[in-house]
């Protein structure tokens, strides 16, 4: 029997074939703009685009345009034909004319030429919102949900580029080291790693039971690689993508690219020397400037070809600078601790160290200091706010430690004003922090404040020496630090958990050999063999010498971390480390941030295609959206109860 479909009565009509099959149809032959300059005079071209600018009509049958190829470069186009009537804004054409010399006088060299129009075939015509959109595309930016319109910018454009560019650089640069670039998985299963973690749902349940399983999206392919160390790489790399579910600013996004790195029978050392000849490499090839910069022995700016770049324990880091990743650009402007003055905090015992910055010539005493306003704004600060004294009389030259006997003790206080030598239009900055032996508030307040005074435009030239990227190694770490109780905005001082510690990067990495034995006596006074690769005050990237001994590694988890269920969470590590896992070490580029920054911009917003927003949302396509229940069901998960 022969069967018979129906097809049911549709409600719409299909478009029309005429209209629609001519969008189809191209022609071959298309050139780019740029290719329009090596041709002759009257010789006749194709090329693809985009209406730029609405047509102008100068006459009644002649009318010029923008056409705007796919690189971003524009030529005018002549219509004497008034082919372009009815054009909108964003219209993609294929337009055939041919090359003509342009008239003004005015004209630079790449807009001596323009196209006399012969025909053009709209292949897709856009509708009114390009139009009604118009002032933002002026201004060079789009509201989110239109992402794709504003990558059509030729400045978009060009970042997408540069950033395929720095790709190409890094992979080739570690090709010639002999790494070997490796694929991890990026379902994988939920681990303590420090930041909350996406999950994704699956149908199997465990162990036949209606409880769901899920796999976890990494936060980085941190086991993965440790387990290519064990599995006989020497060598791995990998643009990796990675996903934490945090908080989100300029410099984080809930997805994010990073130039993974790990190295076997290697430490920090091994890695560390990697690391900066690829990153110097991709720098004096695609930074605006051409040069990185970094400080000699003397704390002195010069150029890190030739040079190790300066290496800075964490500890003078955050006594010097105040955070563990200073800006350099500025290196003389210091933080100074007072109590080698008998100057000390006396507000919490566990926060006795005083510590000031002077900012030299702030201000000029006739106009007053109200531009430094800022620093005192309680909104900038995690925890209690500087006091911020300006020296605006010759009174107060020799009277300011006044403004600070709320928080600190002064045995001399003219030792200490000979010492700071004070003089009408500076500002004094001081707050109280931990002790150098455990300093774990990081930034403490007179760091994120040395952070605002360089986010400044006067503090920008006033203190800083320099506009190139300075660069400079952190180490020697906390291997651990306290856990800090979560507190309300602004507390004065912030709270820790008795007993209570965690790994200050992750579990993985290894303690300083020297102590070694502190592990079971005192785990907060360990350091570790970890490194944080510091450019203009951004953690450009961080890494470690990993524990391979398994024995150790479990100590760390059970004893140390107090993980109760390591077997289950880590057992696939430890297994491997039982079978013979070489020494290794190994780092990650935050790979957006280095894109950003070599593509001179401040947020890595700009130079990845489709970002979140602030609060995770990706408003180009609507994500995240909800799920129907029945949806759900099938993986063994529900919506929660309301009461």
Not at 120 to 132: F, R, Y
Not at 443 to 450: D, I, K
Not at 478 to 496: D, R
Request: glycine residues 4%.
């Amino acid at each position: 029997m022969r069967f018979i479909h129906t097809w049911r009565t549709l409600s719409k009509e299909l478009p029309s074939a005429t209209s629609t099959i001519v969008k189809f149809k191209l022609q071959k032959d298309a050139v780019s703009i740029d290719n329009l300059a090596n041709l002759e005079k009257g010789a006749a071209v194709t090329v693809n685009g985009w209406i730029d600018k609405k047509p102008n009509n100068v006459g009644k049958k002649l009318a010029f345009c923008t056409l705007r190829d796919a690189s971003g470069k524009k030529i005018q186009l002549v219509d004497s034909k008034s082919l372009l009537k009815g054009a909108n804004v964003e219209d993609v054409v294929q337009i055939q004319g041919s090359v003509a010399p342009k008239r003004s006088k005015d004209a630079t060299a790449e807009e001596s030429f323009e196209i006399k129009l012969e025909s053009i075939v709209t292949l897709n015509p856009a509708n009114k919102k390009p139009s009604e959109l118009q002032h933002f595309k002026t201004e060079g930016t789009y509201p989110p949900e239109y992402r794709f319109l504003q990558l059509r910018l030729p400045e978009y454009q060009d970042k997408l580029k540069k950033r395929f560019e720095i790709t190409k650089t890094v992979r080739q640069l570690l090709d010639k080291q002999a790494f070997t670039e490796i694929e991890t998985p990026i379902l994988f299963k939920s681990t303590p790693e420090g930041a909350r973690e996406f999950l994704v749902p699956t149908r199997k349940a465990a162990d036949d039971s209606k409880k769901p399983t899920f796999y976890a999206l990494p936060q980085s392919p941190q086991q993965y690689k440790q387990l290519l160390m064990a599995s006989g790489v020497s060598r791995y790399f990998q643009v990796a993508r990675c996903f934490r579910d945090e908080d989100l600013r300029a410099d984080r996004q809930p997805e994010f690219t990073q130039i993974d790195i790990e190295m076997a029978f290697a430490d920090g050392s091994d890695v560390m020397k990697v690391v900066e000849d690829t990153v110097i490499s991709t720098w004096n090839e695609h930074a605006p400037s051409c040069e990185l910069l970094t400080l000699d022995r003397s704390g002195k700016l010069v150029p890190v070809q030739g040079q190790p770049v300066y290496q800075m324990s964490y500890q003078q880091a955050m006594t010097q600078y105040g955070i563990d990743k200073p800006d350099l650009r500025a290196p003389d402007l210091k933080i100074m601790d007072l109590s080698e003055f008998k100057a000390f905090g006396h507000t919490n015992k566990d926060f006795p160290v005083f510590e000031v910055m002077v900012l030299r010539n702030a201000f000029n005493p006739e106009e007053g200091s109200n531009n430094w306003s800022f620093l005192t704004n309680i909104d900038d600060y995690n925890s209690r706010v500087p006091i911020v004294v300006p020296i605006e009389t010759e009174q107060d030259e020799s009277s300011w430690f006044e403004k600070f006997l709320s928080i600190a003790t002064f045995e001399n206080p003219k030792l200490v004003t000979r010492f700071l030598n004070l003089k009408k239009g500076d500002i004094i900055c001081g707050s109280t922090r931990q002790h150098a032996r455990h300093l774990f508030e990081n930034p403490t307040p007179m760091g994120r404040l040395r952070q605002l005074v360089l986010q400044n435009t006067k503090g920008k030239d006033l203190y800083q020496q320099t506009t190139k990227n300075v660069v400079s190694w952190v180490i020697d770490f906390p291997l651990f630090s306290p856990v800090e109780t979560m507190a309300e905005k602004n507390a004065h001082y912030p709270i820790y958990e008795p007993g209570a510690v965690t790994a200050t990067h992750h579990p993985f990495t290894m303690v300083r050999l020297a102590d070694y034995e502190k592990l079971k006596t005192n785990p907060l006074q360990c350091l570790g063999q970890h490194y944080d690769l510091v450019i203009d005050g951004v953690e450009l990237g961080g890494g470690s010498t990993r524990i391979h001994d398994p024995e150790l590694q479990e100590y760390i988890f059970e004893q140390v971390l107090n993980i109760t269920n390591a077997e289950v969470l880590f057992g696939h590590l430890l297994k491997a480390f039982q079978m013979g896992t070489p020494p290794h070490a190994g780092f990650a580029i935050g790979f957006d941030r280095m894109c950003a920054m070599l593509c001179g911009t401040q947020s890595i917003r700009d130079v990845i295609a489709f970002p979140k927003s602030i609060t995770g949302s990706d408003l180009v396509v609507g994500s995240p959206t909800t799920v129907p229940e029945k949806t759900l069901n099938n993986y063994n998960v529900a919506y929660a109860k309301t009461k």
